[in-house]
């Protein structure tokens, strides 16, 4: 229980309500339609299994037909399954900041340490990481009780250099706490931005430090001119010859406004008050000992956070993603002050939501099933999933189970320690140093029952999974106006390329000792499980869409037919099936705040995705389990290109890259398009084709969504267009498999 009053309310006998949660109204319709679903799933499978099995006149080629479909909708019923089981309990939640202060005085807020990941200057500019870090140092909250931590994984000089130019802007821009936009740039970016002479001042400033910023990156360098003094030299000469982003020492600087090292003498802001703590971090790495990409760092920053400032509450932020309300931290602290939930809760997820979509979002950036529509169902459950950005920790769930904690290896590490030392003193900057160094995990916990979770690219899902088995719970924190807003790719090649990373990373926790189905299940109980599979086995979506891009159609190019006829019962089931996946999520999507274009997006990235990275990344997962090498982890770029941006803007595809991943998207396109052609003549000439109706629907349903394929082929001529040699290798593969099924049907 939850301390509810009146659909869960948290209160006391003399205190306001501080949070309420409900479940969602469509909850009801939610079960009845899943029960008549199902039954329509099983009248499907039953006639599959009638036409393979109990047919005596079924051929090798109707046999091996049906078998693939058969195939396919078993791949759709699990993942319709596993999907119910966020449908079963959604519930919405409602927070009262406002009421907070007449429970907690100021000097009973809690500490927090925010995690920052950068990881390259080029492909994630430091003005973007800057931007960020000064919002989330701009809360309204005490100034004290926040420290940045910023993990640069990049182990750039030039992420430091903007960071010395950021603290120094922070004195100034801190005290402005009448704003609602925290971020610099979109404050000045904005509409609504003061005009007054002081505002105008910090605005010239800001495009000063940006200047320099962006200086010393045409640069590659940083020149004696932005060096004031020698201790500022001093920092800067740890990146000396042979100092490269996979073979460096450890990098930990405190910085303020007018030195590289904290003085506390010069530590507060034009207000005279105490600025947060901004702490740069670039552990130590070597070619011999595994880094552990982003989880890695994560744990690094954990450990070096405990000897430093060791805050109670952790909010790891992706370094796109700004702060856009400043009440947040009131926000959680609605919950945080509940005793009921306090004591097993691990986490509290806010949605990612994103600034600089263009109107119809036509990469389905959005991603709003996954970031707002499908937590509301895990949060009936035991809480939703981790998703690596907007996410505050209680470091206590970081070290082992609510009732099974696992003691660090050194007391310093506990979330019990308090610390008792300034943070500039040697003792525990020498500690800082120690606890990030490459070989401080080996022999230790750190990855397995401790920390961020090792063994998976999606270190978010993993660790939210395994905190969830230990018996901790979570929440979802989804208020009107955004917490967090981020930047999107705006090129299909880098949206595609993110998700193939994410698929990876799922399949390697699908196929992994900790599977949610048999491990989770024993743990999270059936319905979490399921849950927690629809994602890990998110990549299968690839089976029925490549099967349903191809056979139909070389079918259909072969005038055979696979479904029934427009005459029959079967074809109404069909139908049913086919308008129910699509009508309810379409009602869900429009219920969270979608519109018809958006959703209509939405779905054809789904087919998108299925044709290229759920395929590929499958592929290259099955590679990497057989001991072949593949790429390892890529970042996806932030950096804007000025025709890239105008494209997104007017909401042209983006293509360019002569990728593999376009090759079976493109073949799909063309083998569509001229089965619909031969279809469509067909039906004009009076030909019977009542058995061949269906396929014409689907046909027809997949040329609709190719539109933009085909003008990247034929009818563009910018940059943007699909490379000449991707037409030339799919349409030479798509001939091919043409004349491959004319040998079959």
Excluded at 410 to 431: A, F, G, M, N, T
Excluded at 565 to 583: H, R
Aim: glycine share 6%.
């Amino acid at each position: 229980m939850e301390g509810r009053r009146l659909r869960g309310v948290f209160t006391t006998t003399d205190s306001p309500p501080l949070h309420t949660s409900e479940p969602l109204r469509r909850t009801a319709f939610n079960r009845l339609f899943a029960a008549v679903y199902f039954s329509a799933i099983l009248a499907l499978l039953y006639r599959h299994v009638q036409n393979l099995f109990l047919l005596s006149t079924t051929s090798l080629l109707s046999f091996s037909t049906t078998l693939s479909l058969f195939i396919s909708d078993l791949v759709l019923a699990f993942m319709w399954a596993s999907l119910q089981a966020l449908r079963m309990s959604p519930i919405r939640r409602k927070e009262f900041p406002q009421d907070l202060k007449q429970i907690i005085k100021d000097e009973d807020f809690v500490g927090l340490d925010v995690f920052i990941c950068t990881a390259d200057p080029y492909k994630e500019p430091p003005m973007n990481v800057v931007n960020t870090a000064l919002s989330l140092m701009a809360y309204d909250y005490p100034t004290d009780k926040i420290s940045i931590y910023v993990s640069d994984d990049g182990g750039s000089d030039l992420t430091l250099f903007a960071f010395t130019e950021a603290a120094e802007f922070a004195r100034h821009w801190l005290p402005e706490h009448n704003v609602m936009e925290r971020s610099p740039q979109v404050y000045f970016e904005s509409n609504y931005h003061s005009s007054s002479p002081h505002f105008e001042k910090i605005k010239i400033m800001y495009e000063d430090m940006k200047m320099k910023v962006e200086h010393v990156m045409d640069k590659d360098k940083i020149t004696d001119e932005y060096i004031s003094d020698e201790q500022r030299r001093q920092v800067f000469n740890k990146w000396i010859k042979g100092f490269t982003r996979l073979n460096h020492p450890t990098v930990i600087q405190i910085i303020n406004y007018e030195q590289v090292i904290l003085d506390k003498k010069h530590d507060k802001d034009n207000s005279g008050r105490l600025m947060p703590n901004l702490i740069y971090v670039s552990r130590e790495k070597n070619n011999t000992s595994p880094h552990h990409f982003k989880a890695g760092a994560l744990n690094v920053l954990l450990r070096v956070s405990a000897v430093m400032t060791n805050a109670p509450i952790i909010l790891t932020q992706d370094c796109d993603m700004y702060s856009n309300d400043p009440q947040t931290l009131l926000r959680i602290l609605c919950y945080l002050s509940d005793p009921a939930i306090k004591s097993n809760l691990a986490f509290i997820q806010f949605p990612q939501r994103f600034h600089g979509l263009n109107k119809q979002d036509i990469y389905a950036c959005e991603y709003k099933h996954h970031f707002q529509v499908n937590p509301m169902g895990f949060d009936g459950l035991k809480g939703p999933s981790y998703i690596g950005s907007g996410c505050f920790f209680h470091r206590r769930a970081l070290f082992g189970g609510p009732s099974t904690p696992v003691p660090p290896e050194i007391p310093e590490l506990s979330p019990d320690h308090v610390v008792s030392k300034p943070i500039q003193s040697q003792e525990i900057l020498s500690l800082a140093h120690h606890v990030a160094g490459c070989n401080y995990e080996n022999q230790t916990n750190w990855g397995s029952k401790s920390g961020f979770r090792y063994g998976s690219l999606v270190e978010d899902y993993n660790t939210s999974y395994r905190l969830h088995c230990e018996g901790w719970k979570s929440l979802f924190c989804n208020p009107k106006r955004a917490a967090f807003l981020g930047d999107v790719p705006i090129t299909l090649f880098d949206v595609l390329s993110q998700n193939k990373r994410w698929c990876i990373g799922l399949f390697e926790v699908a196929f992994s000792k900790y599977n949610p189905l048999i491990f989770g299940s024993q743990y999270m109980g059936v319905l979490m499980s399921l849950a927690y599979s629809h994602y890990a086995f998110w990549p299968i979506w690839c089976i029925p869409v490549i099967f349903y891009s191809f056979l139909p159609q070389l079918a259909l190019l072969n005038q055979f037919s696979i479904f029934p006829k427009l005459s029959e019962p079967w074809f109404f089931l069909y139908v049913f099936l086919f308008l129910g996946a699509y009508g309810q999520d379409f009602v869900e999507f429009f219920l969270a705040g979608g519109t018809v274009h958006r959703w209509w997006n939405c779905q054809r990235m789904w087919m998108i995705r299925g044709l290229s990275c759920y395929l590929f990344g499958s592929v290259e997962y099955l590679l990497k389990s057989i001991g072949i090498s593949t790429h390892g982890f890529s970042l996806t770029s932030k950096a804007l290109d000025d025709e890239h941006s105008k494209r997104y803007g007017r909401g042209i595809f983006e293509f360019r890259v002569p990728s593999p991943l376009f090759v079976p998207l493109t073949m799909a396109a063309i083998i569509n398009l001229f089965s619909f052609l031969l279809g469509s003549t067909a039906f004009m000439r009076g030909n019977n084709m009542e058995g061949l109706g269906l396929q014409m629907i689907l046909i027809g349903f997949i040329v609709l969504n190719c539109l933009p394929v085909y003008g990247a082929i034929a009818l563009r001529n910018d940059a943007g267009k699909i490379p000449t040699q991707i037409t030339i290798i799919s349409t030479f593969v798509s001939v091919a498999f043409y004349y491959a099924s004319s040998l079959c049907f």
